[in-house]
C-alpha cells in the first residue's frame, strides 16, 4: 500500500513539478503573478488530445501540441505579458484571471465541456512488481518529467543562453550592463514556463481526466508550491512539487481522497505562518 | 456635500422608491433586487480592495456562508428572520476575523493566492459534508421572509428591503471612509510602510475592512436564500469572484458610487445580451482585460479622460 | 573620445539631470564628483543606455550612441560597473567573468582574458567555483571590476568603486584602476569619496543638481576652496 501510493504521488508530482517550475520562471524572472498559467496546461492538454486524435498517434500528436503551445507562449508574451513585467500585483492578478477565463471559456465553446481523456499509446497491461501495479502511461509521464527537467536544468547549467538566464533573474540592471538583450530572455523565459506546463498538459491527459476547469486547480497548486518552496527557487518548487504529489497522495490512501487538494493549502498556510520566505527562500530577497 | 449635490442625491432616491410603479415588470425588478444584492457584495468588497489595496479572491465564500448558515439555521432550527439575518452576518463576521487573523500578515501574491485557497476549500466542504449541508443537491424550501407577521411575498417587497439595506450600507460605507478609519485605509493602500512609520496600525486596520465587508457579504448572503428560497454549492464558485470584480473594477474601486454602478450595469447587462449567452464569461475576461488596461479608475473615468484630453487640446492651441 | 553634451533626463519622475556637459579624451582618468543625489550615478546610467535621455547628445567615437540599446554600446566599447557591484550572487565567480564577456563571440580569447583576469586579481584566485554572495566585500569588488574588464572596454564607466571597502582596499582598487589606464584604457568614475577620485584622475567634473558646477584639472581643483570646504571637508 506504502509503495504504492508513494509511486502513485510521484507520477503526480512529475506533472506538479512541471507546470510549478514554469510557474516559478515566469514569477521570479518577470515578477508576473499569472493566473493564466493553468490554462496553458489546460490548452496543452486540448491540443494533444486533438491531434493525437487527427493523427491518430500519440508521439505526434504531442510533439504538433508542443509546438502550437510555443507559438501561442511566443504571441501572447509579445502582445501582453511583455507589457505586465514590473506592474504592480493588483493589475497583474486581474489581467491574467482575465485572460485565464477568457482562455477557459473558449476551450470550453470549441470543444465542449464533456470530460474526456487522451487516448495512450500504450498497451492497457500493467507492469506488476511484487504487490505495486504501475500503468504504463504513468511510467512514461514520470520518465518524460524527469527529461524535460534534466534538459530544462542542462540548459540553465551549461549554456551561454541559460547563463544569461539565471544571470537575468537574479539581477536584471547587471544583465543589461553586460549587454544581454533583456527582452529576448524574457520571451524565451515566458514561452519556456509555459510550454512546460503544456506538456504537463499532453502527458497527464492520458490519465486523468481533461477538461476546461482543469487549469484552475492546477494554478492553485502551482502558486501553493511556488510559495512554499520560497518564490524564486526553480530546484525548490521542483522538490515541493514531488513532495506535494506524495502528500497528496499518501493523504488520500490514509486519511481523506474528497480532501486531498486541501493538503497544499494547508502547507501553504503553515509555511505562511512559520516561515513566510519559504522553505528554500531567503530572508529579504 | 453642498445642497446641490444634496438635492441630486435626494431626487435619486425618490427615483429608487418610485421605480416599482414605474416599470411594472416583474423580470426588470428580480434584475434589480439582484442587483441590490450585488451592489452590496460589491461594496462589502471594495472596502479591502479599493481602499485597502489587497486583492481579495474570497469574498463569495463570505456570501455562502451567510446563505448557508441562514438555510441550516431555518432547517435545523426553524428559527425567525431576524435572528437568522443577524447571526449570518456574526457568524460570517467571526470566520472572517480568524482568516483574516493568519492571512492578512502577508500582502501581494500571499495573500491572493491564500483567499483563492480559502474560497476552493470552503467550495469543498459544503460539497462534501452532506450529512451538514446536503452536498450539491443543496437546501430547498427556504421560506420567503416574515418579519413580525408580515409576509415578503411579492418582488415589491423585497425590492424596497434591499433598497433600505443597501442605503443604509452605503451611508455607513460613506461615514467609515470619511472618518478617521477610511484616512487610515488610504494611507495604507497608498504607501504602506509610510502608514507604518506614522504609527498606523496596518494589520488592525486592514482587518476590519476586510472583516466588515465578509459582514456584508453575510447579510446578503441572508437576504439571498430567503429571497431565491434556494442555495446550493455553487454560491462558493470561482466564476462569482470574476463577476464581482468585473463589477468592480468598471465601476471604479476605491469610490462609494461605483460598486453601485458597476453592480447594476453588469446585472442588467448580460440580461439584455441573451443571444451571446455561451459568450458571457470569455466576454467577462475580456472586459477585465480591456477594463484594467484602459480604465484602471472604472467607466467614470471615461468622463475624466474625455475632459482631461480637452484640456490637454486647449492646453496646446 | 566621449562627448556628453547638455543631457537631461527624468528619472522614476523627478528631472534627475538638468543639464550636463562633459569630455573624455582616450586615456584619460576623469572624476564626477558631488554629493549624494547629485546626478553622478544617473549620468553613467544615461552614459550606458539604461536610462532614457529627455534632451541632449551623447557621442562616443565621433558616433551619437544617444539611441542605442545597452547591447549596442557595450558592443560599441563600453563597459559600466555599476554601484554596489551587483554581481549575480548565486553564479560562481567563473560564470560572473563568462558573462561579462557576454557579447563576445571567440570562447578561446575570453578564457585567455579570465586567465589575466586572476593574475591581474591575485585575490580571486583559487575562488573560480566559489560564488559570488560567498565573497568578502573586497573581492566582490574585484569581481565586479574584472566583469567589467572581460567586455574588453575602450571606455570604463565605475560607480562609486570604493563603496563599503577598507581604506588599503579602497588603495588597491584605485592602484588598479591606473594600472588600467597605463594599459590603454580610458576611464571616467564617479565617487562620494572626492579625495580619492581627485588624487587618482587627471581631470575632474563637479556635479551639483543635475548641472556641472564646476570643472577642471584634478590637480588644480584639490586646491580650490569651495572643493575644499564642501567635498574635502577641510
Redesign the interface.
Known sequence: MFLQLLINGLVVGSGYALIAVGHTIIFGMMKIVNFAHGELYMIGAFFTFSFVLLFNNYYIGFLVAMVICILIAIFSEKVLFHRLIDEDIMTTTLITIGISIFLMNIVQILWGANPRTIPQPFSEKPVIIGDIFITKPRIFIFFTAIVIIGVLHWFIKYTKTGKAFRATFQNRQAALLVGININYIYTLSYTIGATVAGAAGGLLGMIYVIEPTMGVAAVGKAFAIVITAGKKSIYGAIFIAYGLGVIESLGSGYISSQYKDVFAFIILILVLLFKPEGIFGKKGA | MNINSNIKYIIGILLLILLPFLINNEYLLHLLIMGGIYTLLVSGLNLI?GYI?Q?SLCHPAFFGIGAYTTGLLFKRLSTPFLLNFLLAGIITAIISIGFGY??L??R???F???T???L??MH?LVL?EVDFTMGQKGISGIPNINILGYNFNTKTSYYYLILILCLFTLFIIYRLVNSEIGRAWKAIRDNENLAKSIGINVFKFSNFAFVSGAFIAGLAGSIYAYYINYISPDLFL??IT?TL?VML?MGGKGTILGPVIGAIIFTLLPEYLRFIS??R??V??????LG??FF?RGLFSIKEILSMKMKKKEVSS | MLKVENIAVNYEETRALKDISLEIKEGEIVSIIGSNGAGKSTTLKAISGIVGLQSGNIEFKDKKINNLSPEEIVKAGISHCPEGRQLWPDMTVLENLEMGAFIRENSESIQKDIQETFDLFPILKGKEKQTAGSLSGGEQQALAVARALMSNPQLLLFDEPSLGLAPQLIKDIFNKIQLLRDEGKTILLVEQNANIALKTSDRTYVIEKGEVVLHGKSEELIENQEVKEIYLGM
Do not use: D, K, Y
Not at chain 2, 467577462?284 to 482585460?289: A, P, T
Open positions: 480592495v489595496g486583492l493568519i492571512t500578515r502577508v501581494g501574491s500571499a491572493i493566492i491564500m483563492v485557497s480559502f476552493h476549500i469543498l462534501n470561482f466564476s470574476t470584480l473594477i455561451e459568450w464569461m470569455p467577462f475576461g475580456v472586459i477585465l482585460i484594467i488596461l484602471p
